[in-house]
């Protein structure tokens, strides 16, 4: 499609599928180009000199910037609604270079208190070491985080739905609060994707993702994604730059390819989950269910206004706790045990000693991360498949 052929009120699926890629005016290729290589030639002397001055008008190193994740970074703002992205070579790497872009020593960062392990590990074991107070809350809690808030504060971190107890953060209420203080609003929206929750809508200022999950959806890389608008490019691109944790061509275009079909994955994520999220609620062997599409979820309302679709990841309790758990991981055969999520296949593991094990038992039992807590990542296989597969684990206990 050429610039001129672009319709600006695309339905969200055809902005999926096509992005902002202009079909390669070389050769006319639809599927995006790789540019494998690591550096790109000036074609004089003073046009390198100029290019070191704003290396956003050319190529010059991939580490510094590259023709095939410039796509990814186009389509992914574009799908956000922002007006810049930049990509990393990990959902941690786009992590730390948003809180080193805007704190250091002496400044605070509120933090919600249920995040992925990782990085919990982060905020609490490596970032302290450069001085970055780290202010842990429970963002349900509005009181609670504007108590948490000083002259120092300069960054919220809040990922919704959180892993793994799928709690809901009101992105509106939290951008309100830091709007009044002036801090920025990150958003974790690896488990939503642009797809089913745009944090910019609510007022997010950064979104972030470890486009590890949905946003690949095959489970055959690892990136790491920041969306952003333009006043925020100087800061979070020199961090990039400076500390080299770029995604290579060759994962940006896998991530391409999965993309494109990000609609139709997440359609049928959603409604997998739904069904085995109702099937659990239901069995006697199961306490309770963690999904924001059961009226039981405690930010039900919130999620609807908030979600246009839940996602695809479960967390459930089992009557007999860690060893009942540790005996439906090891009899099921459709649910993969494995960490990680938002793949085609349906993953399960247990977030107390595998994702979420660098979390103190105080922090865990806070979180409401219990020994019997089990997440389940339902993938695209035959919802029945999968409900019989945890139907005969849990029989089995
Ligand atoms: C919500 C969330 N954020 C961030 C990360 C970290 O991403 P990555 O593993 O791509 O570094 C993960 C990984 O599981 C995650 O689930």
């Known amino acids: 499609m050429s610039d001129d052929k672009k319709s600006h009120n695309e339905h969200y699926e055809t902005m999926v599928v096509h992005g902002d890629h202009v079909l390669d005016p070389a050769t006319g290729a639809v599927a995006p180009p790789i540019y494998p290589s690591s550096t790109f030639a000036f074609k004089s002397a003073d046009q390198g000199a100029e290019l070191f001055k704003d290396p956003t008008e050319g190529f010059i190193y991939t580490r510094i910037g590259n023709p095939t994740t410039h796509i990814l970074c186009d389509k992914i703002a574009m799908l956000e609604g922002y007006s810049h992205a930049l990509t990393f070579s990990s959902g941690m790497a786009a992590i730390h270079a948003v ?4 704190a250091g020593s002496g400044d605070s960062v509120i933090m919600s208190d249920t995040v992925y392990g990782g990085t919990n590990a982060l905020c609490r074991n490596t970032m302290p070491r450069l001085g970055i107070d780290f202010r842990w809350v429970d963002c349900t809690e509005i009181d609670d985080v504007e108590n948490a808030i000083d002259d120092t504060t300069k960054l919220m971190f809040v990922e919704t739905p959180a892993n793994p107890t799928m709690k809901v953060i009101d992105i509106e209420a939290m951008s309100k609060i830091c709007k009044k203080h002036n801090i920025k609003l990150v958003v974790d929206n690896t488990f939503q994707t642009p797809y089913l929750q745009k944090p910019k809508q609510f007022g997010a200022d ?8 949905y946003l690949s959806g095959h489970g055959d890389l690892v990136a790491g994604l920041l969306c952003f608008d333009k006043e925020d490019f100087e800061p979070l691109f020199h961090i990039l730059v400076d500390t080299g944790g770029i995604l290579s061509p060759f994962n940006a275009w896998i ?11 997440m359609d049928r994520h959603c409604e997998n989950a739904q ?10 062997k199961v ?9 039981s979820h405690p930010q039900y309302e919130l999620a609807q206004k908030q979600h246009t679709g839940h996602s695809g990841v479960i967390a459930f309790e089992i009557q007999g ?8 991981m090891d009899t099921v055969h459709v649910c993969t045990l494995a960490v990680s999520l938002g793949d085609v296949d349906t993953l399960i593991q247990h977030p107390a000693s595998m994702t979420h094990s660098s979390y103190s038992d105080a922090d865990m039992a806070k979180s409401g ?8 990542s339902v993938g695209l296989e035959h919802p029945d498949d999968i409900i019989d597969d945890l139907k005969n684990a849990l029989d089995k206990i």
């Open 99 to 102: 809180i080193t872009a805007y």
């Open 321 to 328: 706790g860690r060893e009942a758990g540790k005996k439906v």
């Open 287 to 295: 306490d309770r269910v963690w999904y924001p599409g059961l009226k």
């Open 369 to 376: 991360i219990t020994p019997g807590l089990i997440r389940v």
């Open 255 to 265: 991530l391409l390819r999965g993309i494109k079909t990000l609609h139709v994955r």
């Open 206 to 213: 950064i979104v972030m993702h470890s486009a590890t999950k």
């Open 275 to 284: 069904k085995v999220a109702e099937f659990l609620e239901d069995h006697p």
